[in-house]
């Protein structure tokens, strides 16, 4: 396997995919253009380089720059996936999602129920997440939670190139709309990856590590951070398991009481924000259905419930470290019942 990027991996999922079925199209603010006016045409390949070189190959009635209008392109997504294309619209920011809410909410996630079954919505909607580079409150957000509390969309955040790649197959020839978002940290993280066409399924939890004492349960970004706390962990004789819960609608439940059952200890770290977050549906879950297998109450590492500051060193403190793990991890030891 060669060593890509989280940025190639996506790039490479995007080229195999258009290849393979000429109704794939991709459409957003400038996934073809990003020039700065000059006119010249796939130079930059959206906000983070994920299309670049696309238009060159597909040409552009497949690949289009939109103007900054999220609510019409995501709606024209929504029509163009019911009369039998597959659009793979990008949002530069998952903050800006709120313009087309009522494209998302109202008609994507329900046309399949509402049409009985009888309508397919295949569109993936793409948009980077995320803390950590500076953009301030307005862009730097992990909104993931408000889309998986919707019954209708599929939600991917994954960790890893390998994952990027296999997911966001599997989201393009998905028949469901699927939220699929990637953390702007990551698109420089590098990893094996596969050069052929491959799926990873959606729903099931990828196990990072095994370990006898405490299970670590992350998405995103914050996979890695569980990944460094391990690493520490174990020069203390302290050996954590780390699931990667890859989708969150569907959420690989089975993995996670499993986990529970076998340490008896679980630590949940996720980015977002605590109230009606991804840490706080995964606990609730574990108290309701693996209550009597915990050695100690759960733990969330999360940031608090305030807007992402903008200065660096509040940034940073803002965002779930690695210490904070393992602080929680041995909480969680130390406050056994």
């Known amino acids: 396997m060669s060593i890509k990027t989280f940025r190639q991996a996506l790039n490479e999922a995007l080229h195999l995919e258009m290849s393979r079925d000429k109704n794939v199209i991709i459409f957003g603010e400038d996934v ?16 983070f380089g994920v299309t670049k070189g696309l238009l060159s190959e597909f040409g552009p009635d497949r690949i289009m720059d939109t103007p900054i209008t999220e609510s019409a392109f995501v709606g024209a997504a929504v029509g163009a996936a019911m009369t039998g294309l ?21 008609q994507a996630a329900k046309v399949r129920y509402m049409f009985g079954g009888k309508a397919d919505m295949p569109m993936v909607l793409r948009a980077s997440y995320g803390a950590g580079a500076s953009s301030a409150s307005q862009h730097s957000q992990a909104l993931y939670p408000i889309f998986t509390h919707i019954p209708g969309l599929k939600v991917v955040v994954p960790s890893n190139p390998y994952d990027a790649k296999g997911l966001l197959i599997n989201a393009i020839r998905d028949e469901d709309p699927v939220i699929f978002l990637e953390h702007k940290m990551l698109y420089d993280f590098s990893g094996e990856v596969p050069d052929e066409a491959y799926t990873v399924p959606f729903g099931e939890a990828g196990i990072i590590r095994e370990g006898k004492d405490v299970t670590l349960i992350s998405l ?13 962990l174990a020069k203390e004789n302290v050996a954590a398991s780390i699931l990667d819960l890859r989708t969150i609608s569907p959420l690989d439940e089975e993995t996670i009481l499993e986990f529970t059952e076998e340490t008896g200890r679980v630590v949940v770290v996720d980015e977002a924000y605590p109230r009606c977050g991804v840490a706080a549906d995964v ?39 690695s210490q904070n793990v393992i602080d929680a991890v041995k909480e969680v030891i130390r406050g056994e019942k």
């Open 32 to 47: 073809c253009g990003g020039t700065g006016g000059t006119g010249e045409k796939d130079a930059w390949g959206g906000a």
């Open 86 to 106: 597959r659009p793979v619209t990008e949002i530069m920011f998952v903050d800006f999602l709120g313009v087309c809410f009522d494209q998302i909410f109202n």
């Open 220 to 232: 995103g970004k914050m996979v890695n951070v569980c990944q460094e706390a391990a690493d520490e």
């Open 283 to 321: 606990s609730s879950i574990i108290v309701e259905k693996a209550f009597s297998d915990l050695k100690a109450p759960i733990k969330k590492v999360t940031p608090p419930h305030s807007p992402v500051p903008y200065a660096p060193n509040l940034e940073q403190a803002f965002l779930p470290s």
